[in-house]
Structure formats: C-alpha cells, structure tokens
C-alpha cells in the first residue's frame, strides 16, 4: 500500500510562486510514475501533470506549460510541482496521485493512490 502526503500549499498573490511536494511511502517509489491534479470549485478533477517513473519524460497540461514543472527526487521519495507565475484561476485542491507503471497519464481513472490534496489559493 502506497501513502501519499502532499505539502507545500497555501495563500499567494497573483504573480508569485509555490512548490508543492509529495512525499510517497510504502512501495519503493523508483517503480511509480506520479501524476499532478487539481480540482478547481465545482468542477470535475483535471490533470495538471506527470512524471515517468525514471524522470526521463515529464508533460504539463497546456493551461500550465511555461509556468508549471514537475520534478522528482527517487532518494527522498518525492515529487514536486513548482508552480510560477499563479494566476487566481490556478486556486485549488492540488492532488499528485500514484501508479505502478513506467508512465504517466492523463486519466485520474488509471492511478491507484492518491494523496489527501492540498489548497491552493491565488488572490489578485
């Protein structure tokens, strides 16, 4: 079983940054590729990002690309998502979510673990 536990979340003005972490624990976290997500109020979670299991391949969603990436660190079990540049359109609930495969994908339906979610807000 695979824990997930995101950190990093909180209050910024428009223009400015986070990092948001993901600590995994529980299954060795060199075989899961990881994935970001976020549901904004009212809406249906989305997916923000991934990262392959070896870091060799990464994607950001379009409404991020340039302002958003995603990195990993396998020796301290960690993802991340750095986020520039918020907008208040970015406010919230930052999920990163687990699979036992070589790669990411874009459906919230195919990872098996996800972690309690984390708020975002941006204010302007």
């Known amino acids: 079983q695979v824990q997930l536990a995101e950190s990093g979340g909180g209050l910024v003005q428009a223009g400015g940054s986070l990092r948001l972490s993901c600590a995994a624990s529980?299954?060795?976290?060199?075989?899961?590729?990881m994935g970001w997500f976020r549901q904004l109020p009212g809406k249906e979670r989305e997916f923000v990002g991934g990262?392959?299991?070896?870091?060799?391949?990464?994607f950001a969603s379009d409404f991020v690309k340039g302002r958003f990436t995603i990195s990993r660190d396998n020796a301290k079990n960690t993802v991340y998502l750095q986020m520039n540049s918020l907008r208040p359109e970015d406010t919230a609930i930052y999920y990163c979510?687990?699979?036992?495969?070589?790669?990411?994908?874009?459906?919230?339906?195919?990872?098996?673990?996800w972690g309690q979610g984390t708020q975002v807000t941006v204010s302007s």
């Open positions: 979510a687990a699979r036992v495969a070589t790669n990411y994908t874009s459906s919230r339906y195919n990872y098996n673990y």
């Open positions: 529980g299954l060795s976290f060199s075989i899961l590729s």
């Open positions: 990262i392959s299991r070896s870091a060799g391949s990464t």
